[in-house]
């Protein structure tokens, strides 16, 4: 199956095993896709202690707005005081969406004593996934 990578605007390409690293300035987020069946698994793991702490979900729908576009609905599972629902949400309903078919994204990115810099560096650089 041949298909875009949400992750990056330079053609088409086969989804198996895409891996994508983002440079912070304190650590590596990184991102893996892959292709199952005609649905599309992505791992997101960074920091000092990469973990699970979020599984999402996400199942394209025609869009709200009624302009006929593709947009997606998502269910979330996070563990007890785990913040990484916004990375696994975000991703996995723009890949859903994209391509549109069901998406799982899971996955954790900690620091100790991370920053709140730190942690806008982070969420900054997945809002600007879709803009590589």
Not at 1 to 13: L, R, T
Not at 45 to 66: F, Q, W, Y
Not at 75 to 99: P, W, Y
Request: glycine content about 10%.
């Amino acid at each position: 199956m041949v298909g875009k990578c949400i992750f990056s605007k330079i053609g088409d390409f086969s989804l198996e095993g895409i891996v994508m690293v983002i440079k912070l300035s304190f650590a590596d987020l990184k991102i893996e896709q892959q292709k199952i069946g005609d649905d599309i698994l992505i791992t997101v793991g960074g920091g000092e202690k990469p973990h699970i702490g979020c599984c999402v979900l996400a199942v394209p729908r025609p869009s709200l707005t009624g302009d006929g576009t593709v947009s997606a609905t998502s269910s979330v599972m996070n563990l007890t005081g785990h913040k990484d629902e916004f990375l696994c949400r975000k991703i996995a309903e723009q890949a859903a969406a994209e391509h549109n078919c069901t998406v799982v994204c899971t996955g954790g990115f900690h620091m100790d004593d991370i920053t709140s810099e730190q942690i806008k560096e982070v969420l900054d650089a997945v809002e600007a996934i879709d803009k590589r």
